[in-house]
């Protein structure tokens, strides 16, 4: 008799550290898409060694991934509806968080080798889909903006090119240098450096290195606010961005080296509030 397909419904997991972490991070080269209501990233890269620091943060060195284990509400394994030939991603969710934190392992030629080997470690039990879409909806109240606010956010998703973001990440391409990028979320942070093959706008921002390996997406409807400023960054002075959604989080940091786009990016942001 043939076995039930693997994750058929979603698993919930062990989500206690250190082991869960510690399995993750040796499972091999990890896909991780880091969402908040602003931006969205996604890169490739070996797990390697976890740190636990004394805050209850999980630090991934090689990802550049850190968790706050309170406020980690829960994991699942579970097939996601957009990838249905895909075997399947860990979902982390947080407290007061809106958007989970997705992993897949990619590389596997089976699709689910090591994937099953994980959750059959940390495997709690199953649950029905309508069961985590209700538990899910607890966690964080859904954002509805205004109706202006919404007229305005709507705008500027039609016309992505008119955000100052745009010319900003024009800088990084024509510099040629490597463009840190950290996304912030409810329990989480996420950094990569991101070296901008191709930029494509609609109804979007989104930026791709040449790999494949890398991609940051900004939706220009909820980038409601920007503050260009000089930061140090262990000795080294760079040129930064925060990105702040429309209720006020800062959602997105993206930097270069040297202080030299200050005042080019803020004349970016000056001219389109004009």
Known sequence: MPSSPFLQVPIRLRKSAPE???????????CIRAKNLTAE??????????????????????????LSLPEIAGAHAL????????????????????????IALPGD??????????????????????????WRATLAEPFHACPCCQATADHRRAHPEAHPLVPILHDAIDSGLPLHCRILGAGFQFDRFLEIHNLVLHHAITARDARGECLLQIDPAYAHALWVLPVAVDGETRSAVRVYDTLGGMNLVLSLPGACFVERWQRYCAAACR
């Open 109 to 134: 030629p089976f699709g689910s080798k090591r994937l099953r080997e994980l959750v059959a470690a940390c495997c709690l039990e199953e649950t029905e889909p309508e069961d985590l879409l209700r």
């Open 41 to 66: 990233l996604v890169a490739i890269a070996d797990g390697g060694d976890i740190v636990i620091r004394r805050n209850n943060e999980i630090f991934l060195p090689a990802l550049g991934l850190c």
């Open 20 to 30: 869960f972490f510690e399995r993750l991070a040796a499972a091999g080269p990890l």
């Open 79 to 102: 097939k996601v509806a957009q990838l249905p030939g895909h075997a399947g991603v860990i979902e982390i969710d947080f407290e007061n968080g809106r958007h989970p934190l997705s």
